[in-house]
């Protein structure tokens, strides 16, 4: 309880999360949303921001990925050590599923920064000998099981959430939700806040729901309304027995099924989408919620090459605190700028060769596509026609690397990952392509380094905000991607990178790399390092996660 109780008396913002990408070794993240909350526990132990992080323990991970020959995906168990990394804290709360009482301990993570301030991170894990055998398992997969699985997740992630801070003496004012996942803990919070009930009222005024939106935050990530988690009344009914009664759930939640991104958007007094874009998305997806925008971004620290770091650290020795500085990055040395690419590609190279056997030539241009596999993104686009794929690298040879996962339901991202095979193998021999396993934190961090050209070719509006070209730009990689998500905000033509037309087909972007990327790669490089250094001042100077929370802190929490 010592180290927790340091933390204790200056915490006073909450944030909640399905996922949380901590470090390569802690498994309780799948992907994007995780590493954006990851990059926020950093930069708020950089910036000294009073906040403390509630997860799920996710004692199996997501699931760690195998391709077999044919280019199928497998799904293994993905367990990590949870005590070297984290210790239970002596506490314990119930949860109410089923009519059973489940019980949830928390485990203490600590962040630290490098200046030494920590932050803590509560991981909560039901797998305790007090539970009902069939409740202990709620806390093993991330994103794992079914619909009820999902839900009884979201109810101790919310609820659990909630209580767990009481029990251990937090005195929260603000609950930032990470996405709908984290919504039921406004319903716990409105039990915190009941009116006396007059004949005829209405439900919603049998709590004071004012109290728990001026406490709570909301960040919607989803800008499609089928992504949205809904659940049947009849499985809240069943399972949701520590809940509000119907008639109150359904007048923050929906009648017809329990929206959680409704009842966040319901029951938060300050909204949010993850680029001005998707903000604009979402404004019409929910006519009559103010939802803002805060832009993400990335932890500048977390996603430089250690080439790219010394030489940052060098010119501007305050970079980490203050990547704003990095606006100045015209004045970088083309030299030096280049040879910290060369390291980052090399380094890039030699992964992949030691990974797949695949060869990669570091003086060609290497273009990187990494994300979730799943259909919105379009992964298998670039190989939609691969005789001109050819003709392009017969001109202008290039190199590819591929790495992504897809979720174990999502069978259309599966069957992409097929297709990638597939045109792998018909490339052979004329455009290198490597596919790496296992697409995490630690894959993403060379891959995002040693890239020359950073790809993105989602359909929009449906890319909220993305964050893997922030971290290329981190590293002076050039952005080709769609007008989406965070680009549109980035995209400054033949500055920053550049735009693909938008297109059902590859024939914009197959255009723009035969008449524009790589005969700039080939026969203009010192235009070619000038926007490098464009992507790096222009971006990783603005789309980091210090910037973010800075924004955060002043217009959310401090509202
Ligand atoms: C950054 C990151 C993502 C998210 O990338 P997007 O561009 O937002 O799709 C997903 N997974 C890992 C491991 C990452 O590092």
Redo the contacts with the bound molecule.
Sequence with gaps: MNELSSFLPQTNIAYFTMEV?LRVEVHT????L???AGDTVRSCADLELPVVFVSLISREGYFRQEIDAEGRQIEHPDPWDIARWAQPLPAMIGVQIESRDVWVRPWLYVHQSEAGYSVPVLLLDTDLEQNDPRDRPLTHRLYGGDEEYRFKQELLLGIGGVRILEALSFNIGTYHLNEGHAAFATIELLKRFPRRRRQNDKAEWSYDADRVRDLCVFTTHTPVEAGHDRFSYDLVTRAGTDLLPLEALKVFGGADKLNMTRVALNLSGFVNGVAQRHAITAREMFPGFDVRAVTNG?HVGTWAHPAFAALYRQHYPQWMHEPEVLVRADNLPDHDLWSAHEKAKRDLCDFVRQHTGVEMDPSVPLIGF???MTGY?RPDLLFGDLKRLMAIAEKHPFQLVFS?KAHPADTAGKESLHQIHNAMRELQGRVPVAFLHN???S???VL?AGADVWL?NPLPPL?A?????M?AAVNGGLNLSMLD?WWVEGCIEGVTGWAIDNATDAGPLYDKLERVVLPMYYHDRSHWIWMMKQAISKIAGYFNSHRMMRRYAAEAYLR
């Design positions: 990408a993240y799948a992907g994007g995780g590493v954006l990335v990494a994300r979730r993104k992504g697409y995490d934190m894959v993403a961090q995002v993105n890319e905000s993305g964050t893997s070209g971290k998500g």
